[in-house]
């Protein structure tokens, strides 16, 4: 099975400084058909998960542009440009490109 | 897009639940669908996904032999059942759409979920 892991799990920052979180897989994540199956969620207290990256770096609908996510092969980041009290939440990255589906451990992101 | 998780609640362990997950507002059989679930204070983890027509599913081995996922794309529904059900499967499960037919591990839409616990 293809681990995640993601670092750092608990990630303190005060508003409107930026953020990042680092996503490593244990294989490439390249696909055969050459796409890189590579997401991020958030999910909020309380909340379902939702999707804001997929594909490494393409935000989803909605999704502020604050949000940025890149990387390539098994080393991947999501960065926050500039947070906001609203981007309290988890994140987790996710692999699609080999069964079983994995996801990281999730790392906690909370107002200094 | 609306998905509708139902079904969950308390059952002893060895006991069966079986979940349903109502869709609406896009064409229900042009996509895969799937669940994930997450423990209490966990967090989440694939469990199943299936194809659009149906006819190709996919299983975490933590429930592969004990869950089976279907859907019944007349009635725009998306079921899991549950068997052998063990504490270990005591979790909130979520119904997931993917991106195509036949595209998996995209999760691009999620329900509200639907809550699992197995205890005597």
């Given at each position: 099975d293809v681990v995640m892991t993601q670092s750092p799990l608990s990630l303190p920052v005060t508003l409107g400084q930026p953020a990042s979180i680092s996503c490593r897989s244990s294989q490439s994540l390249v696909y055969s058909d050459g796409n890189t199956y590579l997401h991020w969620f958030q999910q909020r207290p309380g909340q379902s998960p939702r999707r804001l990256i997929y594909k490494v770096s393409n935000r989803d609908s909605?999704?502020?542009?604050?949000f940025s996510g890149s990387g390539s092969g098994t080393d991947f980041t999501l960065k926050i440009s500039r947070v906001e009290a609203e981007d309290v939440a988890v994140y987790y990255c996710m692999q699609g490109?080999?069964?079983?589906l994995t996801f990281g451990q999730g790392t906690r992101l909370e107002i200094k | 897009v609306q998905l509708l998780e139902s079904g969950g609640g308390l059952v002893q362990p060895g006991g069966s639940l079986r979940l349903s997950c109502a869709a609406s507002g896009f064409s229900f059989s042009n996509y895969a669908m799937g669940w994930v679930r997450q423990a209490p204070g966990k967090g989440l983890e694939w469990v199943s996904d299936i194809s659009g027509s149906g006819a190709n599913t996919y299983y975490a081995d933590s429930v592969k032999g004990r869950f089976t996922i279907s859907r019944d794309n007349s009635k725009n529904t998306l079921y899991l059942q549950m068997n052998s059900?063990?504490?270990?499967?005591t979790a909130i499960y979520y119904c997931t759409r993917e991106?195509?037919?036949?595209?998996?591990?995209?999760?691009e839409c999620w329900g509200q979920g639907t809550l699992v616990t197995v205890s005597a």
């Open positions: 909605g999704v502020p542009d604050r490109s080999q069964w079983p | 059900l063990r504490v270990e499967d991106v195509a037919s036949t595209a998996y591990g995209h999760f």
